[in-house]
């Protein structure tokens, strides 16, 4: 999906629990290099993560202004960035992977597809590390359009553009087995792992010999996101729900849950959320307590043990120490 520029740009509310939310409104485009418009996933669910093909392509003009990728291994600029989401949710990008603007993703105009970058807020301090797996901005001097969670996570959904850092990491992999590898990314940033360790870490932390194993190893305790401050790094973007408890399990399966903790702030807890919506499914739970709401924030469910088991350590390794292997029927004793 190319992204070609916009003409303006309008902010409309939707009333997110954390922070006002915003949608860009674009004018209809076409892709340069299909002479198309970008193809729509045909699925239902979640589109797949990752995919498509390691690209770095041509040199290229659009509205004039010519653009040359290449491998930039030294690649560091500060600029504007904006962000981009509904009126290309999952569309496909200009590497053939499919775009969901509630993922760490991003497009460069010159950079290889797909890889990492580190971007920086300028105008508060938020970091964190994306994909960047599409083309675009091209809007005067732009260097980097967002997407909507990458928006959201460094602060500047609300306000369309920031001023940015961005420093060029490396090739990301082609299949990251639903952003696991993106999330040990940004586990290791908050750790405060230097820039240039940041893919080697990831890669220990992901077990990328063969299969997805974790390196269980001497991972040593954080603070969670929820307590830290003013930098949290957030890992993705979802709209606050209120979703039910889970129900009991039927003909003999068994599904499994990662307990992370129940807080008196809703703030917190859905920060926590966010941490981990995009690689595990969450369970996001308001109970009445004797002095208030309490909000209960768990991962699940998963169905396969060796997941669960997977979720647990990413948990503890983000800081969670506390979290806990249940099964859905001890879920259900809980809420009770």
């Not at 399990?249 to 919506?277: C, H, K, M, P």
């Amino acid at each position: 999906m190319l992204r070609l520029a916009r003409n303006g740009l309008v902010l409309v509310a939707v009333g997110l629990a954390a922070a006002g939310c915003a949608s860009h409104k674009q004018t209809a485009r076409q892709d340069p290099f299909a002479g198309k418009g970008s193809p729509i996933y045909p699925g239902n669910g979640p589109v797949p993560w990752g995919g498509g093909k390691y690209y770095v392509g041509k040199p290229y003009q659009v509205a004039g202004q010519w653009f040359e990728p290449k491998e930039q291994p030294g690649y560091d600029k500060k600029g504007v960035a904006s962000w981009y989401g509904e009126d290309f949710n999952r569309r496909k990008t200009s590497n053939g992977e499919w775009f969901d603007m509630n993922r760490l993703t991003a497009a460069s105009a010159t950079l290889p597809l797909p890889s990492y970058v580190k971007v920086t807020n300028l105008e508060n301090g938020r970091e964190i590390v994306v994909r960047v797996n599409d083309r675009g901005p091209f809007v005067n001097t732009r260097i980097m359009d967002m997407s909507k969670a990458g928006a959201d996570a460094l602060g500047y959904l609300d306000k369309g553009t920031t001023t940015v850092r961005v420093q060029y990491l490396g090739p990301a992999p082609i299949d990251d087995n639903g952003g696991k590898h993106l999330l040990a990314m940004n586990t290791e940033l908050g750790r405060g792992t230097p820039t240039r360790n940041l893919i080697a870490a990831a890669d220990r932390r992901r077990g990328r010999s063969g299969s997805d194993n974790v390196m269980v190893a001497q991972a040593k305790p954080v603070t969670p996101v929820a307590a830290q401050a003013p930098k949290p790094v957030m890992v993705a973007y979802q709209p606050p729900v209120q979703e039910a408890a889970p129900a009991p399990a039927s003909g003999g399966e068994v599904s499994y849950f990662i307990q992370l903790g129940s807080f008196a702030d809703g703030g917190n807890a859905a920060r926590t959320r966010d941490q981990f919506s995009a690689t595990w499914p969450v369970q996001f739970i308001e109970l009445s307590g004797a002095a208030g709401p309490i909000y209960r924030v768990r991962l699940g469910p998963i169905n396969d043990s060796s997941d669960a088991q997977t979720a647990l350590v990413d948990a503890q390794s983000a800081g969670f120490t506390d979290a806990r292997l249940i099964k859905t029927e001890a879920v259900q004793a809980s809420l009770q």
